[in-house]
């Protein structure tokens, strides 16, 4: 069976700090991967999605940009966070028509 | 116009109740429709999955597709506290190697002992 893992679970950085989240799965092959980032009683804003190593779409501009270093690995960083990106980040993976979420990492910037 | 409308809530409901969460939609293309169980600080968790129209059981959930009316429903029979959650709808088109969803920004639902 597939599982999806994301570390860390909880962060608490300051505004000018870097940031790497970092998403694995297991149990597939050659998945879709996605960001997502969910505010405080918002929905899922999609941020980027990656159908292969090294191929990165981003949904919308900010400070925020991914990476896929190895087929299973996708990795969120920031060279310099906001007080914007605070909220909920997900990572998902798909193989065929739906996407399953992992846990999730709860990213305070102050 | 948001391309998925959902209410968010919150919905309160006394246990062993029939619970109905709904979400409309503009786009026609859609064929996928699924629906996700998130509780307080996890990740969603997918509840149920339908390709078009028609009804889908499991268990206690019934998820129920109108395309013509572009509404899709979850009915949750005999509900119990462990059914708090939010609970998101979601959609896509039948085509696409993204498989991008589309989804509504969720509904509270608090089922009380």
């Known amino acids: 069976s597939q599982t999806i893992h994301q570390w860390p679970a909880t962060l608490v950085q300051p505004v000018g700090s870097p940031l790497s989240l970092e998403c694995t799965v297991e149990g597939t092959s050659n998945p879709n991967l996605y960001w997502y980032r969910q505010a405080a009683g918002r929905g899922l804003q999609l941020l980027f999605y990656s159908v292969g190593i090294g191929q990165i779409s981003s949904e919308v501009p900010q400070n925020l940009s991914a990476s896929r270093p190895q087929d299973r690995q996708f990795i969120l960083s920031s060279k310099k966070l906001l007080l914007s990106d605070s909220g909920f980040y997900l990572c998902?993976?798909?193989?065929?028509?739906?996407?399953?979420f992992g846990p999730g990492t709860r990213l305070t910037v102050l | 116009q948001k391309e998925v409308e959902q209410d968010p809530g919150p919905l309160s409901v006394p246990e062993g109740a029939i619970v109905s969460l709904n979400c409309t939609y503009s786009?026609?293309?859609?064929?996928?429709f699924m629906w996700y169980r998130q509780y307080s600080r996890k990740g969603p968790e997918l509840l149920m999955y339908t390709y078009s129209s028609g009804n889908k059981e499991d268990g206690r959930f019934t998820a129920q597709v109108d395309k013509s009316s572009k509404y899709i429903s979850l009915f949750i029979r005999d509900s119990q506290p462990s059914d708090s959650a939010t609970y998101l709808c979601?959609?896509?088109?039948?085509?696409?190697?993204?498989?991008?969803?589309?989804f509504g920004t969720g509904t509270l639902l608090a089922v009380q002992p």
């Open positions: 979601a959609m896509r088109l039948a085509s696409g190697a993204t498989n991008k969803l589309i």
């Open positions: 998902a993976w798909s193989k065929t028509d739906t996407q399953y």
């Open positions: 786009n026609s293309a859609f064929q996928y």
